[in-house]
């Protein structure tokens, strides 16, 4: 699979909060917030010190993180690459 393919290459900052980020998504579908529409994620800018916080639409999240190379971040925070979608509330970056 493409994501998991990805997920093998050597593990930059992003990847970490991606992980962070794909927890905060397991631990609500374990509370039971499977309803739940706007999700309380976390600045995969890379700077190890960033923890912006970001509301994403729960839709947005799920097809990004099966997209690999995409990156959420907070607005200003983009690195080098394309910027893919930009809202009021953050910007989708691809490698
Ligand atoms: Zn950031």
Do not use: W
């Amino acid at each position: 699979m493409e994501s998991r393919q990805y997920e093998e290459v050597h593990a930059p900052p992003t990847e970490f909060f991606r992980e962070v980020n794909n927890r905060i998504l397991e631990l609500g579908q374990m509370f039971g917030l499977r309803d739940v529409t706007t999700l309380e994620l976390i600045c995969e800018c890379g700077d190890g010190k960033c923890t912006t916080r970001l509301s994403v639409p729960r839709a947005t999240y799920d097809q990004l993180r099966t997209t690999a190379g995409r990156h959420l971040v907070a607005c200003g925070h983009e690195r080098a690459g394309t910027v893919v979608a930009r809202t009021n509330g953050y910007v989708v970056v691809a490698d």
